[in-house]
């Protein structure tokens, strides 16, 4: 009986310490992060740990030179792309990968891979490999002391994929093609009962697109509405690159005072802009 009762009681600490530890909330020695970015008509999704240096060496205790790295910590780093894209003139498909790199000096690979499902590296195998490819190391001249990831530097379809730690940052250069998309897009709207005319010229005039056409979609949708000093304001610009100095005033001057009725403090500065232009 002794026995069974010593036996019930450390069977009841051991289930009281285990609940104990499973309510116990700690902070993560590295923390996890991610980040989303939209890029061009898709997004890119980053996943991963960002461990920190604590006083170790970055290329002999956590990232050493010419080995496999996981780009993080614990779990391998996953990064998605909901469209194809390029990374520094490479095309990937549209997908989920593991990024993996192996650093170094001057210089670090990039790696992709299709196991995305991994603790570390340490199951990583080449033969996955999806792409890889080496870019250069640049030296910063402040110490992070997280390793982190991000994007800088986003425009429709260009972007830059950032490596950052210790004193060193690797740039990874992506590219979508948003035109091709965007154009057939357009061509396909413009068929139906009610075109974006307001978008499509808008698009464009910022792309380098026939001015004309751009001119005449503004026009029709500047006489929908026109106390919308936004219409004026972008039929003025078009005007304007196009060399007509004189319409672009003229036009601008009445975005000014459609803005001024409105109250729109943004497009009288706006207008105003395009009409001191056009004056000079």
């Known amino acids: ?43 890119v999704t980053v996943k991963y740990s960002r461990p920190n240096i604590k006083g170790r060496s970055l290329e002999k205790d956590l990232a050493p030179y010419g080995e496999v790295w996981r780009t993080g910590a614990n779990d391998a780093t996953v990064i998605t792309f909901t469209d194809a894209v390029t990374l520094d003139g490479n095309p990937v498909a549209a997908g989920e990968y593991a990024l993996f790199t192996i650093p ?16 570390g590296s340490y199951q990583y195998k080449q033969s996955e490999d999806v792409l890889r490819f080496k870019v250069k190391t640049v030296k910063l001249n402040d110490r992070l002391e997280t390793f982190s990831i991000n994007f800088s ?65 503004i026009s029709i949708a500047e006489a929908g509405d026109q106390k919308a000093p936004w219409f004026k304001y972008q039929k003025a610009r078009i005007q304007l690159k196009s060399g007509d100095k004189a319409g672009a005033a003229q036009t601008a001057k009445a975005g000014v005072e459609a803005a001024k009725a409105m109250n729109n403090a943004e497009y009288i500065r706006l207008n105003e802009k395009i009409l001191a232009e056009a004056s000079r």
Do not use: H
């Not at 670090?108 to 299709?114: E, G, R």
């Not at 499509?200 to 792309?207: G, I, R, S």
């Open 104 to 119: 170094g000096k001057d210089e670090w690979t990039i790696i992709l891979n299709k196991e995305t499902k991994q603790w």
């Open 1 to 43: 009986m002794k026995k069974i009762s010593i036996l019930f009681t450390t069977a009841l600490i051991g289930l009281v310490c285990l609940n104990a530890s499973a309510q116990l909330k700690m902070p993560q020695s590295s923390s996890s992060q991610t980040l989303i970015q939209e890029f061009g008509l898709g997004k």
């Open 153 to 217: 530097d986003v425009m429709p379809s260009s972007a830059n994929l950032d490596l950052l730690w210790s004193n060193t940052r690797v740039t990874v250069k992506m590219t979508t093609d948003v035109d091709t998309k965007v154009m057939a897009s357009i061509n396909e709207a413009m068929k139906s009962e009610k075109p974006p005319f307001y978008p499509a010229a808008v698009y464009y005039y910022e792309n380098g697109k026939d001015l004309k056409k751009a001119l005449e979609w």
